[in-house]
């Protein structure tokens, strides 16, 4: 498969053994959620909730539906994120991954919904959450039941703020319009993946709004690190081991056996969780 920033042609399998990372330039390829879980979470930890809800059709938009279908069959989800809890290194966590495969990881009412659970989740068990944003921004197609999900999620991620339970962003390529104008920016740490597009209206957009020429780099990883919208630029290879580090310094150790102790018996009483 050839690398669209080098040009370099690698086999697939040599890609995915290098965490879909180009071997030649670092050039990161868009990745799924279920091989993000693999090389994030502990072996066997990950736990999906919310598994089943899918978005219908609430101002009856032609041809929604076989949109839908066809999205879910092509990422083989049932909408752009999933759900769930893990551990990483032990730590007991709420992982939200989005997939930018799925209608261009647009939020809708269902992807609304299952980011603000999981940040509820995290309130709920006093977990970290951890949320993996990629998306073109709202979800059009579902008018201002999409637009609604922006405040939901910001509701959300300033409940987490004031339980004084951390929320870690990780920005991939692109992370823009609504999603970025919502929770993704609310994040304690806001980490992001090399070179990825993040903003709200688009370059060209912006260009043909303006009049101006864009400066090199506009709205990359890069340049919103200096601009100080991004506070760390993490390859996949490294960010197992940065969240290792992240919840070393905001969970302390005897935070962190409580966690586990807590989450043990919400899974043993099967009463009271987010289903």
């Given amino acids: ?14 890609v995915e053994a290098n965490l879909a990372v180009c071997p030649e330039c670092g050039h990161h390829f868009r990745m799924e959620p279920a091989a993000r879980i693999r090389y994030i979470a502990d072996e066997g930890s990950f736990s999906e ?5 899918k978005s219908k059709n609430p101002i009856d938009m032609e041809g929604y539906e076989d949109k839908l279908t066809e999205a879910r069959k092509k990422a083989n989800l049932s909408d752009a994120v999933v759900t769930g809890t ?10 939200a991954l989005m ?8 939020m809708g009412s269902v992807v609304g919904e299952k980011i603000a659970r999981a940040m509820l989740k995290g309130v709920e068990t006093r977990s970290p959450v951890i949320i993996y944003a990629t998306s073109g921004g709202a979800r059009m197609q579902e008018g201002i039941f999409s637009l609604m999900q922006m405040a939901k999620t910001a509701s ?24 970025t104008a919502s929770f993704a920016m609310l994040g304690d740490v806001t ?9 709200f209206a688009g370059p060209r957009v912006i260009e043909g709004t303006i009049k101006q020429t864009l400066p090199e780099g506009f709205q990359r990883a890069e340049f919103q690190q200096d601009k100080g919208f991004v506070d760390i630029i993490c390859p996949r290879s490294e960010q197992r081991a940065l969240f290792v580090s992240l919840l070393k310094a905001h969970c302390p ?3 962190r056996t409580s966690l586990a102790a807590t989450n043990a018996a919400l899974e043993e009483s099967a009463a009271g969780g987010l289903k």
């Avoid at 498969?1 to 040599?14: F, I």
């Avoid at 997939?99 to 647009?106: I, K, N």
């Avoid at 980490?191 to 903003?199: C, D, F, R, S, Y």
């Fill in 253 to 255: 150790v005897s935070w």
């Fill in 156 to 179: 959300a991620a300033a409940e987490l703020d004031r339980a004084g339970i951390p929320l870690f962003m990780v920005l991939c390529d692109p992370t823009t319009g609504g999603v």
């Fill in 99 to 106: 997939s930018f495969s799925f209608m261009g990881g647009s």
């Fill in 191 to 199: 980490i992001a993946e090399p070179k990825a597009l993040i903003g």
């Fill in 1 to 14: 498969m050839p690398c669209p920033s080098c040009g370099t042609e690698s086999s697939a399998a040599a």
């Fill in 86 to 95: 893990c551990t990483i290194e032990g730590t007991p966590v709420v992982l």
């Fill in 49 to 53: 909730f919310c598994r089943n809800m």
